[in-house]
């Protein structure tokens, strides 16, 4: 699986299992093409007529990795990719994926919740590992969007809801940068704002959270709820997750854009983790190399590029420090993302472990512990595990 050869500490230490500290549910039922097709585009949007999602780096990683865990050889057409993953059921498809992935414990993002999607509790029992909540902020402020009557009512919610769920999760997960961009005032609302803002929220509040004062407003509640906890605040940045929708443009889901919050989180002590970023990876690691409570992965960047992750991961490495880089595979939607962000993660970084020992910059020894900090050592830190 590896595509170097490494010391067998190494190799070990990267083979070892990981700590999926971002992932989501995947689907429980039996998906046609079509729905398969969408869950591997990360624009969420059918391919134009005459193509398929199969032709991109995702579709061809999927028929070369995923098709030996379903009994296929590798590089499987895709009717026959998804003809034995039929065959199979998806029960069985996401206990093989999962469970192949080597993942030993996964931090699960809950925000895309729905019943057609395997709760943190399952995932862990298909992949043979633990699991834990990470609670998203916005599919809270829906659920008290949906019930409360009055402004008041709706900020007293949010705050009480807030403080609920946290208590058992470790962690939180926010993707104002996909609702409003990362270039949001870094200042809290007023409160005069907040409650006009949510009179006119109430009057439609089916509708995904858009308001820029509001998701401020809800950012900075569960800072405060975070702070009290002592949980991290995952920001989803760059190429990410496509159920979140709304993209402002890539240009606004920069991090480096939220460098003036970043910095008033500082005194607080409320660690930043920085999801996906590509193609701000670069800006993410400069966050992380100056700020001490920012930390970064690529997730779904390495899933997405496949053969092209070892420079990603490469890129990365130029700068981060390596006690603030974690494994997060960003799965969602369907096992395979799950399958192959592990497994990319781990070829990806096999690689530049190789070419830093090969250089003779680093030891056996210390390319071992790195990829055991990465891997598994930093997440159970920075969540407590
Ligand atoms: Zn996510």
Known sequence: MLPVDLPDTVRDALLAPLVDHHCHGVRR??????????????????????TTHFDAPIGAAIRRWCAPVLD?????????????????????????????????????????????????????????????????IEQIEHDVAEMAQLALDYMDSLAEELTA?????????TVIGYRCGLDFDPSRPSRGAVIAAANRRLSDPKEPLTDPILLRYLLWTAVDVARERGLP????????????????????????????????????????????????HRQAAYLAGVFPH????????????????????????????????LFGSGCH?????????????????????KSRLDAGEWSAADAARVAHMIGSGNARRVYRL
């Open 29 to 50: 039922d039996d998906l046609s093409r079509a729905q398969f097709e969408l869950l591997i585009n990360a624009g969420g949007c059918p391919a134009p007529p005459g």
């Open 72 to 136: 296929l050889e590798p590089h499987t057409a895709p009717a026959v990719y998804l003809a034995r993953r039929a065959e199979l059921g998806a029960d069985e498809v996401n206990r093989r994926l999962l469970r192949a992935a080597g993942v030993g414990a996964f931090l699960v993002d809950t925000g895309m919740e729905g019943a057609e999607l395997l709760t943190a509790a399952e995932l862990a029992r298909h992949g043979d590992a633990a699991a834990n909540e990470v609670v998203s």
């Open 165 to 173: 769920r946290a208590a058992r999760a470790v962690g939180m997960a």
């Open 233 to 280: 605040v995952q920001f989803h940045a760059g190429f990410g997750d496509p159920d979140h929708g709304f993209h402002p443009g890539p240009q606004r889901t920069d991090p480096a854009r939220m460098t003036t919050f970043v910095k008033a989180l500082q005194p607080i002590g409320v660690p930043v983790v920085l999801l996906h970023c590509y193609p701000f």
């Open 294 to 325: 920012v930390y970064v992965d690529v997730g779904l960047a390495l899933t997405y590029s496949a053969a092209g992750s070892a420079r990603i991961m490469d890129e990365l490495l130029e700068l981060v420090p390596f006690h603030k880089q």
């Open 333 to 353: 939607g369907v096992a395979e993302t799950g399958h192959l962000g592990a497994l990319y993660f781990r070829r990806a970084l096999a690689a530049t472990l």
